[in-house]
């Protein structure tokens, strides 16, 4: 049975620091991962997807890598802002006739000072 | 506009209803998904649909119904036999030919009185 565990839990950082939030997961045959951003009491904004061949992703301050065989991802957000404050969300897909499924983590509560 | 909807935002239920939660969406999207959110968990799925006419049970189904009679929506149907319904619900939909990525409602908050 497919485990995602995100560390930290929690994470308060100063504004304009660069930061890396964790995700592992227990099976490394994924087809892909996703990464998450959830606002309180909204739903789920995807970041950034990364599939199971590829090794990293980048959307604008966003980096996020994988390391299948590790069973590993980070994502990094760099000169990070206010505005960045939410619980972010790792989800591995599985593989086979896991496909249909995303395994989510608790996620890690981000919260950027001013 | 794009996207997933649900409604309504937030749904208050008595001991013994049913209710149903409404998920729309107009991304074209074949595959659709119903998830639950409580404190401190992780996302756990209740049902999920590949196609239209085609639903199976995910990983906490009891208590639940779902129907997929249009490719569009795809409604959930908290019922009575339902323990401990108040909780976040939020309605996914899965878009398999390029990037493969899932997209998410807005949720519903459920609160049983």
């Known amino acids: 049975k497919q485990e995602v565990t995100q560390i930290p839990a929690a994470l308060s950082v100063p504004e304009g620091e660069n930061l890396v939030l964790n995700c592992s997961f227990t099976?490394?045959?994924?087809?892909?991962l996703q990464w998450f951003r959830q606002d309180p009491g909204k739903g789920l904004t995807s970041l950034l997807l990364?599939?199971?061949?590829?090794r990293e992703q980048t959307s604008g301050r966003l980096n996020a890598s994988l390391d299948k065989s590790s069973g590993r991802s980070t994502l990094y957000i760099a000169a990070s802002q206010p505005g960045d404050s939410a619980t972010y969300l790792c989800?591995?897909?599985?593989?086979?006739?896991?496909?249909?499924?995303?395994?989510f983590g608790k996620g890690t509560l981000l919260t950027v000072n001013p | 506009d794009g996207g997933i909807t649900q409604s309504p935002k937030y749904l208050f239920r008595k001991e013994g209803q049913n209710v149903t939660l409404s998920c729309e969406q107009n991304?074209?999207?074949?595959?659709m998904y119903w998830y639950r959110q409580d404190p401190g968990q992780g996302l756990r799925l209740i049902y999920y649909?590949?196609?239209?006419?085609?639903?199976q049970k995910g990983d906490i189904a009891e208590g639940y119904s779902v129907s997929r009679e249009k490719k569009e929506s795809f409604p959930l149907t908290v019922t009575s036999a339902q323990k401990n319904p108040t909780a976040f619900y939020l309605c996914?939909?899965?878009?398999?030919?390029?990037?493969?990525?899932?997209?998410f409602g807005p949720g519903t908050r459920l609160t049983v009185l």
């Open positions: 990364i599939q199971s061949s590829q």
């Open positions: 996914a939909s899965r878009e398999r030919r390029s990037t493969d990525t899932q997209y």
């Open positions: 989800a591995v897909r599985g593989s086979g006739g896991s496909n249909y499924k995303l395994t």
């Open positions: 991304l074209n999207h074949d595959a």
């Open positions: 649909s590949q196609i239209v006419n085609d639903f």
């Open positions: 099976d490394s045959a994924i087809y892909n």
